[in-house]
């Protein structure tokens, strides 16, 4: 089936410094999102991302957390400056036209840890 | 808001057996997509099965069936002659119809184990 690619898997960062995390959607895919998983638990939204602009944030995305996709490539969830409540498994998933109906399709996540 | 409550934390069954993981939403919008997802040892999340609000017959696929309530905001997930590679952590979804941002919530999780 589709597949959404987050790279790299595993990324240690010490506090303050910066991190992106990388996606790359499902080809055609319009819509793109980040959630947010701690000790597996659950699946906290962050953001959604539609045409270049976010349509919704949660407030987990603070004011350091920033996210974009640049001329089609990879879709960016950027943390500046990290904390050490930032460590947790990133997951990037993405949809085709965004209706309502539709299902996401998942990355295999991204484990931050921040030291 | 839009809200998805998972109250079971952790299942345990024995496998070729049927359960039934629960999960309650809360929704002001009269149109709404009710999703759930399997989440492997891995990590790997997967999309299982869908139920549309305005639908009164209940989704099916495969071992997977649904037990819409609509009128008690519930949408339970059956699995039917559970086998061990069912063991995962199962999360119940929700998107509203109306939204214009097409934001997708999720409760807590249920983790299923079966048992040889």
């Known amino acids: 089936g589709p597949k959404v690619l987050q790279i790299p898997s595993h990324q240690i960062i010490d506090m303050g410094q910066m991190v992106t995390l990388n996606c790359d959607p499902v080809s055609n895919h319009l819509y793109f999102y980040w959630y947010k998983q701690i000790l597996g638990q659950q699946m906290e939204f962050l953001v959604n991302f539609y045409n270049g602009k976010v349509m919704e944030k949660s407030k987990l995305f603070k004011d350091q957390f920033s996210v974009e996709r640049p001329d089609g490539s990879y879709f960016t969830l950027k943390i500046q400056p990290t904390a050490l409540e930032d460590s947790a498994v990133y997951f990037c998933?993405?949809?085709?036209?965004?209706?309502?109906?539709?299902?996401?399709?998942f990355g295999s996540g991204t484990r931050l840890t921040v030291l | 808001a839009q809200k998805v409550t998972q109250t079971q934390t952790s299942i345990s069954v024995m496998e070729k057996t049927t359960v039934t993981m629960d999960c309650v939403y809360e929704t002001q919008d009269s149109s709404y997509f009710l999703f759930w997802y399997k989440q492997t040892a891995s990590g790997e999340i997967v999309f299982l099965i869908r139920q549309d609000s305005y639908k009164k017959e209940n989704a099916t696929v495969g071992h997977y069936s649904l037990n819409f309530q609509k009128p008690k905001s519930s949408i339970g997930l059956i699995i039917t002659a559970t086998q061990i590679e069912d063991s995962a952590v199962y999360f119940c979804?929700?998107?509203?119809?109306?939204?214009?941002?097409?934001?997708?919530?999720f409760g807590t999780g249920t983790r299923l184990q079966v048992l040889p």
């Open positions: 998933a993405s949809s085709p036209q965004g209706s309502s109906a539709e299902t996401l399709y």
């Open positions: 979804a929700m998107r509203e119809g109306s939204s214009n941002t097409n934001k997708v919530v």
